[in-house]
């Protein structure tokens, strides 16, 4: 009953920015920690930034000083605002939630990913 559906991925060249989204949608109690993830061939899926239910942050190293992630809770959603984007940052996006569905039960969701590709 509970989805993440994630926007804003595409093309862009290096030195450009881009914003992602991820919004859920379902019967929702409440949303605790909310992050997002990238993942490239032949490698493991690895935590890009994370942002708490109060609003605490952490990011990878690689993407200090360039990317900031915030969230929106009235609309539950996540954003991730990337900018001096590089092609190293060419990967599949994927946003993840800790959720209270139904004022019971509590799992994390995935989203389906979204491809972001940096061209030089």
């Known amino acids: 009953q509970v989805q993440l559906v994630e926007s804003g991925g595409g093309l862009v060249q290096a030195g450009g920015s881009l914003r992602l989204s991820c919004a859920a949608s379902?019967?929702?109690?409440?949303?605790?920690?909310m992050g997002w993830y990238r993942q490239v061939p032949g490698k493991e899926r690895e935590l890009v930034a994370d942002?708490?239910?109060?609003?605490?942050?952490n990011y990878a190293d690689s993407v200090k000083g360039r990317f900031t992630i915030s969230r929106d809770n009235a609309k539950k959603t996540v954003y991730l605002q990337m900018s001096s984007l590089k092609p190293e940052d060419t990967a599949v996006y994927y946003c993840?939630?800790?959720?209270?569905?139904?004022?019971?039960?509590?799992?994390?969701?995935w989203g389906q990913g979204t491809q972001v590709i940096v061209s030089s």
């Open positions: 993840n939630a800790d959720i209270l569905t139904g004022g019971i039960r509590r799992d994390v969701y």
């Open positions: 379902g019967i929702i109690f409440s949303i605790h920690d």
């Open positions: 942002i708490t239910s109060i609003g605490s942050t």
